[in-house]
């Protein structure tokens, strides 16, 4: 078994304590404890685009540690199920919980896509960095366009989604990602901080499982308030 690497647990880790405290401000605004402009205010889209930015970053980094030596095809397909469920049951419950804003294609979905692109990347570290700088450089004059794609399916979908990546420009960070995952500055940096590395190392599941917590707490406070 191959030993884990402390530094992107740590990164990643630092990535899910952000993302547990983004969250929980939106579940004070839900319950109308609080009216803090995630969604419109800039300071706030960004550090949202900073948490998301880190997480498909470690993606890339982590399909080069899995996958860089040999591609063990039975252990990548049972990841994609294991995100493939992830992704379901995460459409499914927003689809009940808020029906006017559910997700169809957040962060789990877009990461379960681009696993299936950047796989073929994985021992390609500067095709993937060139491809990157390229999907970045097309976005900044608004291509690919594939609104269409919306457009299409609008009928079923609602006007705004909680938490809503399309592939493009997106992707070009786990390309980034599988680059980094072979360089030397990367894999010669050497952080450990057990906390943070306790929570990149549970990321899925914490993911799916802490706005139950939160929701929930928060919910049965307003309740009890109110």
């Known amino acids: 078994m191959k030993q884990r ?24 605004n839900y319950f109308n404890f609080t009216d803090i402009p995630l969604f419109d205010h800039q300071l706030y889209i960004l550090w949202r685009y900073i948490i998301v930015s880190i997480f498909l970053l470690s993606v890339g980094i982590s399909l080069v540690y899995a996958y860089k030596d040999y591609l063990n095809i039975i252990k990548f397909i049972k990841r994609l199920m294991l995100l493939g469920f992830s992704v379901i049951l995460v459409t499914t419950v927003t689809y009940f919980v808020f029906p006017n804003s559910w997700i169809y294609f957040g962060i789990l ?5 681009c696993s ?4 073929l990347f994985v021992r390609l570290p ?33 006007d705004s989604s909680i938490d809503y ?5 997106w992707i070009s960070l786990v390309f980034m990602g599988i680059f980094l995952g072979h360089s030397t500055i990367f894999n010669n940096i050497n952080i450990n901080i057990k906390p943070l590395s306790l929570l990149g190392r549970h990321a899925l599941l914490l993911y799916l499982t802490h706005q139950i917590v939160l929701f929930g707490i928060v919910g049965i406070i307003y309740y009890l308030i109110v």
């Open 116 to 119: 299936i692109v950047c796989i």
């Open 5 to 28: 690497n402390q530094s992107l647990d740590t990164i990643r880790g630092f990535s899910v304590a952000m993302m547990f405290v983004f969250h929980f401000i939106f579940d004070l």
């Open 109 to 113: 979905h877009l990461i379960w896509s």
């Open 165 to 169: 990546y399309p592939i493009f420009p």
């Open 126 to 158: 500067i095709t993937a960095l060139i491809i990157a700088i390229f999907i970045i450089l097309l976005s900044l004059i608004g291509l690919p366009d594939l609104s269409f794609l919306y457009n299409n399916f609008s009928k079923y979908l609602p």
